[in-house]
């Protein structure tokens, strides 16, 4: 998957389309999901143009990795979710179904999550 400048969360970065920020730092925004999955349903990205979580932890620096994993810890103690728990979730690629191809991090929360994932047709 080849990184699109133009993707939905680059836009968001640059500032062409407006989101619900809930944080912001250096390397890192974390934003509603405009079509939420869960009573919290949040995505933590990266600032830098990283296609993938693969993209992500091959090429990016240890700063920026730091700040996405501590930005995911912030954003889930700031909306409580830390004692009921939460879930954290990357697709990567085809199998995964990742759409927008912007590294980005779901955290869930707010309810019980239910299984892991869906079984794969046998
Ligand atoms: P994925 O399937 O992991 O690539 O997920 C892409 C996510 O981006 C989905 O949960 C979408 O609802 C979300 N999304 C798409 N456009 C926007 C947007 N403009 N603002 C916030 N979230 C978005």
């Keep these: 998957m080849a990184y699109d400048k133009n993707n939905v969360f680059a836009r ?3 500032g062409e ?3 619900k920020k809930v944080h912001e730092d250096e390397h890192t925004l974390a934003l509603h999901d405009i ?3 869960a009573k919290v349903h949040i995505l933590v990205i990266p600032k830098g143009a990283y296609v993938s979580l693969d993209d992500f932890v091959t090429k990016a620096s240890a700063r ?4 996405l994993m501590r930005a995911v ?3 889930a103690r700031d909306f409580g979710l830390t004692e009921g728990g939460y879930r954290v979730l990357a ?3 085809r199998h995964a179904h990742q759409e927008v191809p ?3 991090i779901h955290l869930f929360g707010g309810q019980p999550l239910g299984r892991m994932i869906n079984p ?3």
């Design 12 to 14: 968001i970065l640059r």
């Design 17 to 19: 389309i407006p989101c």
């Design 35 to 37: 079509n939420p999955q």
């Design 64 to 67: 920026e990795i730091t700040a």
């Design 73 to 75: 810890g912030k954003v």
């Design 91 to 93: 697709n990567c690629g």
């Design 102 to 104: 912007h590294l980005h």
């Design 120 to 122: 794969p047709k046998k």
